[in-house]
């Protein structure tokens, strides 16, 4: 929960008055004639092109130094709790929409709705998608982030695991069906996993209970879905993959996540967020050019829909509501939401631009590699994206459906019990 209480009020007083008797007009942020600001974020993969975005800013305004800062997932948000309970949140900072709503709900991110309308009051609609802005959104409906990126779910594939077993490589065409015909071809015929399901949401069974026609919260998100028909069928599809022999179970993955099985050449397919193609390519030189991703499999036949959704997901860039250089920090970010600050972004191959019709950037910042992945596919699937589901009360349920999933994968509840208790769990949840 994050709270401004007494004590970590003090707290941020106390380091604000210190750093004016040191500084004196130095306490805005001024240092050597610049303001100088932090921008915090969690993923090295993306800290050249934040770097970059940084840069770009810096050339047009040569008053200001960004210092980009990176840290692990687990820590960003054990220090941002910390910096938010004493009013010292990072001048930049990503905001993850697992956490948005809880540090909107309580007035720790600047809003910024407005903050177009000297260029243009439907700036945001006209450049972003209903999916992106519905990320960046407080449950007030306002703005507290700049849409930064978007993403998509993809079925990854080694390609000489298919041409050693005489499969043909998946497709749009590809159904449920085709997916445990390949996977069992292959085990048969090279020893290797088919298809890896592991019990995750995004890069899991989110995206085959939407296929199916089912939903996890409802369309004003204060309701489960788990008893509905379409979602029963695409968690039992998806549970069940684990009985067959071409498919770990889930105390494989507990000692080694999927990716880790697919570089290692143990597997065939699994589900990789497009967010993390770039650093594979990178980091993966020896299967480079054995695999590629492709558009994930449709249901057959849904209980309501065509049969496809890929779950779609996007940060944005955010700042403290109290700041002490707020206004520097927005001026960052409405650069960063700009045409050239997505631009940039793409070009770097950090993620997608969430602006609309900057796709082609990060497209083609593949084109540096000798083999180049066909990742058209993870945009094209942004066309029937899902968006990833959240509502205020998530973090108190998201642990527990965990919990719960698991139950059913070991055999200690049957599907219906299982899904009957995580329906209750998200049902009965209070935001925190």
Not at 4 to 11: D, M, N, Q, S, V
Not at 243 to 265: I, L, M
Not at 291 to 311: E, Q
Request: charged fraction near 25%.
């Amino acid at each position: 929960m994050i709270r401004t209480k007494r004590k970590g009020l003090a707290l941020g007083l106390a380091a604000l008055m210190t750093a004016m008797m040191l500084g004196g007009c130095q306490g805005n942020g001024e240092s050597g004639g610049k303001v100088k600001l932090s921008f915090q974020i969690w993923d090295t993969a993306q800290r050249n092109g934040m770097e970059a975005v940084a840069n770009a800013y810096m050339e047009k305004h040569p008053d200001v130094e960004i210092n980009v800062q990176v840290t692990s997932w687990d820590e960003y948000w054990t220090k941002l709790d910390a910096a938010a309970e004493s009013n010292q949140l990072p001048d930049i900072f990503w905001m993850h929409t697992n956490q948005i709503l809880k540090y909107a709900d309580y007035g720790m991110l600047a809003d910024v709705t407005d903050l177009y309308d000297d260029v243009d009051k439907d700036y945001y609609t006209k450049h972003f998608s209903e999916i992106s802005l519905g990320n960046a959104k407080g449950s007030d409906g306002r703005l507290y982030g700049v849409p930064k990126d978007k993403d998509s779910v993809c079925l990854v594939y080694n390609r000489e695991m298919f041409d050693a077993a005489g499969v043909a490589y998946p497709d749009e065409t590809w159904t449920w069906d085709d997916l445990t015909a390949a996977s069992a071809k292959i085990y048969e015929n090279t020893g290797k996993y088919g298809f890896m399901a592991y019990a995750d949401e995004q890069l899991g069974y989110w995206n085959f209970v939407y296929q199916a026609g089912g939903y996890i919260l409802n369309e004003d998100k204060t309701k489960a879905g788990f008893m509905d028909e379409g979602t029963r069928k695409g968690m039992e599809f998806y549970v069940n993959l684990q009985k067959e022999p071409w498919c770990p179970d889930q105390n494989y993955f507990a000692e080694t996540n999927p990716g880790t099985a697919f570089a290692s050449e143990q597997g065939a397919m699994y589900l990789e967020g497009n967010w993390n193609l770039m650093s594979m390519m990178e980091n993966n030189k020896d299967v480079v050019g054995k695999w590629d991703v492709a558009v994930l499999p449709k249901c057959p036949d849904p209980v309501r829909g065509d049969g496809r959704a890929s779950i779609s997901n996007g940060l944005c860039y955010a700042t403290g509501a109290r700041g002490k250089k707020l206004e520097y920090a927005k001026d960052f970010l409405k650069f960063a939401g700009s045409e050239e600050g997505q631009r940039v972004q793409g070009l770097s191959g950090a993620a997608i631009p969430a602006y609309i019709g900057l796709e082609d950037t990060w497209i083609h910042a593949f084109d540096k590699f000798d083999y180049v992945l066909d990742v058209q596919k993870c945009v094209d699937m942004l066309e029937y994206g899902v968006q990833s589901v959240n509502n205020a009360s998530r973090p108190n349920w998201k642990t527990q459906i965990n919990d719960a999933l698991l139950k059913i994968y070991s055999g200690q509840q049957s599907l219906d019990e299982g899904l009957a208790a995580m329906q209750k769990l998200v049902d009965e949840a209070k935001q925190p």
